[in-house]
């Protein structure tokens, strides 16, 4: 079980989470990754396996400005580490990070893929986001959306859940897993761990 962090405010997202996450490196890691809206209204997701150091290369080369994200180290359970493994992971406008285990994944997935979404990643993870953009189908909020979804999971989890479409919401769930909340003036943050 590994490190997330989130962002919501007035700040640069990707810059703030890349420090977040590098207070969670003690805790060990194989891959790490950041999901943020930019100023395009629209989520890029940038991943990268090994240090740290590596995905904050490929932010810098390729910054994606905006001021809503989350951010993830992977220690991986399901699939091996790998740059597709990663968090986030997406479903269309959904992106998600989550640490812990699905135990029910493997049912989740057929019952996904016989609804025809395509998994990309060997990860208990990707149902998360396929189950999220499902039920936001018949959902007014992303919140509604991830009430109904994580109904459906069985394990211990937190999870944190970025709509393209609800750019000033993030949606934290968690089970048995640690996730904190640090309100702000204008800005909010979230951290698997309270040093981040
Ligand atoms: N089970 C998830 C995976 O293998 C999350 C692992 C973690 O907590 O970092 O991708």
């Known amino acids: 079980m590994c490190g997330i962090v989130g962002y919501i405010g007035f700040e640069n997202a990707a810059d703030f989470m890349l420090e977040g996450l590098e207070k969670l490196e003690y805790r060990g890691y194989d891959s790490a990754g950041i999901a943020v809206v930019g100023d395009n209204h629209v989520i890029k997701v940038q991943k990268k396996v090994g240090r740290l150091a590596n995905l904050e290369a490929v932010v810098k080369a390729d910054p ?65 986001a396929h189950l999220v953009e499902w039920e936001f189908r018949t959902s007014n909020s992303l919140l509604e959306a991830v009430r109904k979804a994580v109904k459906q999971l069985r394990g211990a989890y937190g999870t944190v859940v970025l709509n393209e479409e609800e750019p000033e919401h993030l949606i ?10 640090g309100y702000g003036i204008g800005e909010n943050f979230l951290a698997s761990d309270p040093l981040a």
């Open 172 to 181: 934290v769930a968690r089970s048995g897993s640690p996730l904190v909340i």
């Open 64 to 128: 994606n400005p905006g001021h809503i994200g989350i951010g993830h180290t992977r220690w991986a359970t399901h699939g091996e580490p790998s740059e597709i493994n990663a968090h986030p992971h997406r479903s269309g406008k959904i992106a998600v990070v989550h640490n812990g285990i699905i135990e029910n994944y493997e049912e989740l997935r057929a019952e996904l893929q016989a609804r025809g979404y395509v998994f990309q990643s060997q990860t208990d993870t990707e149902v998360i």
